[in-house]
């Protein structure tokens, strides 16, 4: 079964408006990340929110967490071209320390000028 | 300070041939980890090191790959025998001394592999 599962797949909007995208996930977890990965580029970073906080904030970029749900949302407001990339949530299992990354298929989302 | 070394950018081998791909964590940073990206997939996890140890290797393949990270040099994931399967992009990851609670894996920019 697939852990962190981004929700849509695609997603395609105009500059300027907000984009929400979802992430399930089924394990418990010690925190969950999300990352922006450009077109054969390497991952980016954007933020980690622990499982023990429920929104996070840095700059444009919103994370919720809901661990009853098992499930977080990445919202990034007033979209730029720029943006356009695919995001990719990742969980950090509790599992003795000594895990990888587990990641989703990720969002691909496009910003039209 | 450099990110994440990753090399060669793209290798290409013809089937049965190895594949040694490269990589040189941030400065600092003792922990390894590889994954392995199919087209318009997610990153699977393979590998986690330390220095001169193996941590965790659930997610690499029972046979062909392999993996080290040496007291001195860059961690290297050399694939045996290479089949059209193994294409893929091969990224690495490092982090520093880990932190229970939370960390950040710094992921470098990728190998391409393709077998033709």
């Known amino acids: 079964s697939q852990q962190g599962e981004e929700d849509p797949q695609a997603l395609s909007i105009q500059e300027g408006e907000n984009a929400t995208m979802n992430c399930s996930y089924k394990?418990?977890?010690?925190?969950l990340q999300w990352y922006r990965q450009n077109s054969g580029r390497g991952l980016v970073h954007l933020i980690l929110?622990?499982?023990?906080?429920r929104e996070k904030h840095s700059g444009r970029l919103r994370v919720t967490l809901d661990t009853s749900k098992k499930s977080s949302s990445l919202l990034i407001t007033a979209s730029r071209a720029a943006d356009t990339a695919s995001y990719f949530c990742?969980?950090?299992?509790?599992?003795?320390?000594?895990?990888?990354?587990?990641f989703g298929k990720g969002t691909h989302l496009i910003i039209q000028p | 300070n450099a990110g994440v070394m990753q090399n060669p950018r793209h290798l290409v081998r013809r089937r049965g041939q190895e594949a040694r791909l490269r990589c040189s964590p941030m400065?600092?940073?003792?922990?390894v980890y590889w994954y392995r990206q199919l087209p318009e997939e997610g990153l699977k996890f393979m590998v986690y090191?330390?220095?001169?140890?193996?941590?965790?290797e659930s997610g690499m393949p029972k046979e062909r790959f392999s993996a080290e990270f040496p007291k001195e040099g860059p961690s290297i994931l050399r694939i045996q025998q290479v089949v059209r399967g193994d294409s893929a992009a091969y990224f690495c990851?490092?982090?520093?001394?880990?932190?229970?609670?939370?960390?950040?894996?710094?992921f470098g920019p990728g190998t391409r592999l393709t077998v033709t």
């Open positions: 929110i622990r499982s023990n906080e």
């Open positions: 990851a490092s982090s520093p001394a880990r932190d229970m609670s939370s960390y950040e894996q710094y």
């Open positions: 394990t418990s977890i010690n925190n």
């Open positions: 400065k600092g940073h003792s922990h």
């Open positions: 990742a969980t950090d299992a509790r599992r003795g320390g000594a895990d990888g990354l587990t």
């Open positions: 090191l330390q220095k001169e140890n193996i941590i965790d």
